[in-house]
T-cell receptor
Framework: QKEVEQDPGPLSVPEGAIVSLNCTYS??????FMWYRQYSRKGPELLMY????GNKEDGRFTAQVDKSSKYISLFIRDSQPSDSATYLC???????????FGKGTRLSVIA | GAVVSQHPSWVICKSGTSVKIECRSL??????MFWYRQFPKQSLMLMAT?????????EQGVEKDKFLINHASLTLSTLTVTSAHPEDSSFYIC?????????????FGPGTRLTVL
């Protein structure tokens, strides 16, 4: 079993849809959880960051962490064609340790 | 902000030559930087952890003599691919953690695309 599992997709949705992206993980020691967005041939861009369990909202994006289930989610409301990208979940043990990434989910938002 | 730059953004070289890639944190100091490699349609694979003023820690399977990492200052880390071969062609990305942050947020550079002919 990989440390972090993420459905690679691809996921295709119509503009305006609510998108749900998920990751599961096996190491209960992870404490820091992040979502990155990566456009083709670009570096990852930090979207959301959460420490431990809970929800965090930023504009159209909501991140949820459920440590008891070892499950994290990213919701995108009112999705736009510009949201089309690969979304990577990532997590780490502490504040200065390497990130462990999921495989990434390719999302296409169709106008 | 937290901006990380990489130079060059792309490079083409002949087999057997060495290539140096720079990673700079532009508006913050970074005690720790990471180097990743990404093949097409795959996720990022950690190559090494670079701490300012000390030797880099390499992941299993990454040849430290082939991928030389130097983190000489709080804003600069370099990755040198020595005697590059076509199989080293990849997208190399660095990330940095703010010196003053205990949050674990990593900020990534835009990546360097290396093509070895």
């Amino acid at each position: 079993q990989k440390e972090v599992e993420q459905d690679p997709g691809p996921l295709s949705v119509p503009e305006g849809a609510i998108v749900s992206l998920n990751c599961t993980y096996s190491n209960s020691a992870f404490q820091y959880f992040m979502w990155y967005r990566q456009y083709s041939r670009k570096g990852p861009e930090l979207l959301m960051y959460t420490y431990s369990s809970g929800n965090k909202e930023d504009g159209r994006f909501t991140a949820q962490v459920d440590k008891s289930s070892k499950y994290i989610s990213l919701f995108i409301r009112d999705s736009q064609p510009s949201d089309s990208a690969t979304y990577l979940c990532a997590m780490s043990l502490s504040g200065n340790t390497p990130l462990v990434f999921g495989k990434g989910t390719r999302l296409s938002v169709i106008a | 902000g937290a901006v990380v730059s990489q130079h060059p953004s792309w490079v083409i070289c002949k087999s057997g030559t060495s290539v140096k890639i720079e990673c700079r944190s532009l508006d913050f100091q970074a005690t720790t930087m990471f180097w990743y490699r990404q093949f097409p349609k795959q996720s990022l694979m950690l190559m090494a952890t670079s701490n300012e003023g000390s030797k880099a820690t390499y992941e299993q399977g990454v040849e430290k003599d082939k991928f030389l990492i130097n983190h000489a200052s709080l804003t600069l880390s370099t990755l040198t691919v020595t005697s590059a071969h076509p199989e080293d062609s990849s997208f190399y990305i660095c990330s940095a953690i703010k010196r003053t942050s205990g949050s674990g947020e990593q900020f990534f550079g835009p990546g360097t695309r290396l093509t070895v002919l």
